[in-house]
Nanobody
Framework: QVQLVESGGGLVHPGGSLRLSCVASGRTISSYAMAWFRQAPGKEREFVAG????????LYADSVKGRFTISRDNAKNTLYLQMNSLKFDDTAVYYC?????????????????WGQGTQVTVSS
């Protein structure tokens, strides 16, 4: 059984940083697409960043490009999201997901297992 457990969320001021972690079990993350999505109150879930089987297959939403960095530690089977220069609009529940394929995409339907989410709140 595949399980994803996120951590690292919290309350941060605008301009601050957080690092989210997603520990996977039951699936080797280096062999599958992994991604971060987020959902703000009253909005649909949206793609944030994705990391495919190939290190050349890394995707970012335009809204986070240059501020967020997705990475993975294969030895720890853990996915990360380093978030810098956080803005009010980054406030959301952040979800880790693993895809049934090797190619990272922006489509939530291409991911078959999801974590429970971790809250990120950007507030002054």
């Amino acid at each position: 059984q595949v399980q994803l457990v996120e951590s690292g969320g919290g309350l941060v001021h605008p301009g601050g940083s957080l690092r989210l972690s997603c520990v996977a079990s039951g699936r080797t993350i280096s062999s599958y697409a992994m991604a971060w999505f987020r959902q703000a109150p009253g909005k649909e879930r949206e793609f944030v960043a994705g990391f495919g089987w190939s290190r050349g297959n890394i995707l970012y939403a335009d809204s986070v490009k240059g501020r967020f960095t997705i990475s993975r530690d294969n030895a720890k089977n853990t996915l990360y999201l380093q978030m810098n220069s956080l803005k009010f609009d980054d406030t959301a529940v952040y979800y880790c997901a693993t895809g049934w394929g090797r190619i990272a995409t922006t489509r939530s339907g291409d991911y078959d297992y999801w974590g429970q989410g971790t809250q990120v709140t950007v507030s002054s």
